[in-house]
């Protein structure tokens, strides 16, 4: 298992950026899919990106405006949002995936303000 903790989140103007950042413990994510959900209010949870081995996905939403990375050293991942918009406002959850088994974080909420 793994236990997971997003962090970074807050408010911030359009055009503006944030860093959320993931810590994960229990386990090593160095064999995980990990990637970053989001769920706006009155919306089911999406995809942001998702980072299986070398493979990284991402909705296309945030292409070209979202990062996702990871640090196996640190048992980290993180996502890097440019260019928020006030649709990018959601609780954003950080998640990992292994064998079949769903892990996710408690989430951070993020909030572009125009």
């Known amino acids: 298992q793994v236990q997971l903790v997003e962090s970074g989140g807050g408010l911030v103007q359009v055009g503006g950026s944030l860093r959320l950042a993931c810590a994960a413990s229990?386990?090593?994510?160095?064999?995980?899919?990990t990637g970053w959900y989001r769920q706006a209010p009155g919306k089911q949870r999406e995809l942001v990106a998702r980072?299986?081995?070398?493979?990284?996905n991402y909705a296309d939403s945030v292409k070209g405006r979202f990062t996702i990375s990871r640090d196996n050293a640190k048992n980290m991942v993180y996502l890097q949002m440019n260019s928020l918009k006030p649709e990018d406002t959601a609780v954003y959850y950080c998640?990992?995936?292994?064998?079949?088994?769903?892990?996710w974080g408690q989430g951070t909420q993020v909030t572009v303000s125009s």
């Open positions: 998640y990992a995936n292994r064998y079949s088994s769903d892990y």
């Open positions: 229990g386990n090593t994510l160095r064999f995980y899919v």
């Open positions: 980072n299986s081995g070398s493979t990284t």
